[in-house]
């Protein structure tokens, strides 16, 4: 049974009943879950959580859904690796990889997709839709077919084709708009508004975004049951930024760890960097932009936990990175000749945002830090394909291997 | 009648005009300013608009055009 209680207005506190509802009628602030910690304390221990499956649900009794009704295609519990070869070029002596990338759609967004369809199932939805520039609908496309479910899912037309092959293989019923963002946007604003479907990240928002906390629970297992001393987490809503930091203070209200102490940074693309621009410029009130970033999957213009990444940037003593397209590109590469993990842009733009806060003393070099990479480079091979060094192209004989092997070394020499 | 909620984000050009006044004079909509922050530089209102659709729709396409930006009020909708 879940300890789940209500929803919950963030901003006037207004309590709703645990339905599909996602903005307070009030003031509009946004709503989220909240639970029965007395009872989570009582109940649920380390060992309790070690003996659950190894995906996200067995962190289910910090779910809003019953455990009987969760759709598990195997989300969640990714590795935590210890980073030494990248923590030595970017001089961090206690570095970790949060390796999201190996998720069963390839990207995070199965977390927050698992909790997401389950509770719409639970709430009697037989539609799961979602507008999305490709992450989100491979894996609402994934869960719904698993759950029996109609998945209609909306692209812009412009998507990289593996992304739109990543959905497509689970057959929904696939939507390319025309238009820019902002057209797609108000489009599918407004059909979520019309269709009594479950919009994953919209009427069911508060659902879905749980599910990002799974990641702060994670890491906090993974490190023997305690909280890092940082964190540097791409930001895009910043509902995941903001959800890992809760899922460390839950774990602590229910006496599972100490009170967390981490610091938060985030990461964004200068294409697309309304947080880290307010941040810089010393504001709570982010100015939407419109996205112009090789990082498609962060390029959120208006993001809804914009205000409150900002808080929590302020309240943690975090900072945030702001990465052009060819620092991106250079931060992929480098995570991979490091570390053997291929990340999307998102990933780049973690790695050269921990680059940058590193740089500039943000994080110090004996903190424990976890980077996030949340999605695999496989969909977004057309980020890097003009900047990685050629293969060697020989006849079938000895000879022409030797002098093509001894060319491209002689290069590297020169280089 | 519909009702419509979006957000407005007014651009330092426009911080001394009176749009949304100004809007609700050209269109048959009522405007009801339900939260706002606005300073000398910038700005964003939620406005809930209740008026038949396509009127509506027309004072919305007239607020764009003179440089304020409309957004759903829960942000983006879209994606990664």
Redesign the interface.
């Known amino acids: 049974m879940s300890y789940a209680t209500a929803l919950r207005c963030r901003e006037c506190h207004r309590e709703y009943p645990l339905a599909a509802h996602?903005?307070c009628e009030f003031?509009?602030g946004?709503v989220e879950v909240t639970y029965d910690y007395d009872r989570l304390r009582r109940n649920v221990t380390r060992e309790s959580i070690e003996r659950g499956p190894a995906s996200l649900w067995r962190y289910r009794d910090f779910l809003p859904v019953d455990a009987d009704a969760a759709i598990d295609i195997g989300a969640g519990y990714t590795p935590l690796i210890r980073a030494k070869n990248l923590g030595k070029a970017l001089g961090l002596n206690n570095l970790y990889i949060k390796n999201d990338t190996v998720n069963p759609t390839w990207s995070f967004?199965d977390r927050v997709v698992a909790v997401a369809a389950s509770r719409a199932r639970e709430l009697g939805f037989q539609k799961l839709a979602?507008?999305?520039?490709?992450?989100?609908a491979n894996s609402v496309s994934a869960h719904a077919a698993a759950a029996g479910m109609e998945a209609v899912v909306?692209i812009?037309t412009n998507l990289e084709l593996g992304k739109v092959l990543g959905s497509l293989i689970y057959a929904p019923t696939l939507v390319k708009v025309r238009g820019n963002?902002d057209d797609?946007?108000?489009l599918?604003?407004e059909l979520?508004g019309q269709y009594e479907w479950a919009?994953v990240?919209?009427n069911v928002?508060p659902y879905y975004s749980e599910g990002s906390k799974t990641l702060g629970f994670e890491v906090a297992e993974q490190l023997g049951w305690r909280a890092p001393d940082h964190c540097v987490v791409p930001m895009?809503?910043g509902s995941l930024y903001v959800k890992i930091r809760k899922g460390l203070e839950e774990l602590a209200k229910a006496g599972i760890i100490d009170e967390p102490k981490t610091r938060m940074s985030g990461a964004q693309a200068t294409g697309c960097s309304p947080i880290a621009t307010a941040w810089q410029e010393g504001t709570l009130?982010f100015?939407?932009q419109k996205p112009d970033t090789i990082a498609?999957?962060?390029?959120?213009?208006?993001?809804?936990?914009?205000y409150y990444s900002l808080v929590q940037l302020r309240d943690t003593n975090g900072g945030c990175g702001n990465v052009t397209d060819e620092e991106i590109i250079a931060g992929m590469k480098l995570l991979a000749e490091t570390e053997g993990i291929f990340g999307e842009t998102?990933g780049g733009v973690t790695i050269a945002s921990l680059k940058q806060l590193a740089e500039r003393g943000t994080i110090h070099p004996d903190e424990l830090t976890v980077a996030f990479i949340t999605?695999a480079g496989f969909k977004t091979v057309e980020a890097v394909v003009d900047h990685l060094q050629p293969a060697l192209e020989i006849d079938p004989t000895i000879e022409s291997f030797d002098r093509a092997y001894a060319a491209g070394h002689l290069t590297e020499a020169i280089a | 009648m519909s009702v419509k909620r979006v957000r407005f984000t007014f651009p330092e050009a426009l911080i001394q005009e009176p749009v949304i006044y100004l809007m609700g004079h050209e269109f048959r909509v009522i405007t009801n300013v339900r939260m706002a922050d606005v300073d000398e530089k910038t700005g964003w209102v939620i406005l809930e608009l209740e008026g038949d659709a396509d009127e509506i729709d027309r004072s919305l396409a007239w607020a764009q055009a003179k440089g304020v930006r409309i957004d759903p009020v829960t942000g983006d909708v879209v994606e990664g």
Request: net charge positive; aromatic share 10%.
């Open positions: 996602h903005v003031c509009f946004p967004k979602c507008a999305s520039t490709g992450n989100l909306f812009p963002y797609v946007n108000r599918c604003a979520a919009f990240n919209v928002r895009a809503s009130n100015r939407p498609k999957s962060l390029a959120i213009g208006n993001p809804a936990d914009g998102a999605g």
